[in-house]
């Protein structure tokens, strides 16, 4: 495995010093923009992460005030009118619910660590 992880890398930092050659920078250049975009990653997870959070509670809160202007839960869904609207909002809000979860996990790892962040970019690229 070690073997096939050297070369992997070999592999990547060759295409690297190619990719600058290309663009007209060096390598180390490149790798410094690559470091600092893992900031920005960041930046885009959490606000995903956001937003997943503000339909969930959208969701909770509309379906709370729903559930006590008609009284009952058999009422919410009874109603032709709002039933589907219900049904499709509870849908997106689990898939926001499953998602929250994964895009703050996804998020950790630019935070923290922005250096195996950037490598496995390129190593994505080149797959």
């Known amino acids: 495995m070690d073997t096939l992880q050297t070369v992997l890398q070999d592999e990547v ?16 250049r490149l790798w410094d923009v690559l470091v ?19 339909v969930i509670l959208a969701y909770a809160t509309w379906f709370r005030w729903a559930l006590k202007k ?14 589907p609207i219900f ?8 898939g926001a619910s499953v998602a929250l979860p994964i895009v703050v996990i996804e998020s950790l790892t630019p ?10 970019e390129i190593i994505a690229v080149f797959r």
Request: charged content about 10%; aromatic content about 12%.
């Open 87 to 94: 049904f499709f909002g509870g849908l997106v809000a689990l």
């Open 111 to 120: 935070l923290l660590n922005p250096e195996y962040w950037a490598l496995q």
């Open 36 to 54: 600092a975009q893992a900031s920005v990653s960041f930046i885009q997870h959490l606000l995903g992460a956001v937003f997943c959070l503000i």
């Open 13 to 28: 930092f060759t295409r690297l010093d190619i990719l600058a050659a290309k663009l007209g920078v060096t390598a180390t």
């Open 70 to 83: 008609m009284g009952s839960l058999g009422e919410v869904f009874d109603s032709s009118d709002t039933g």
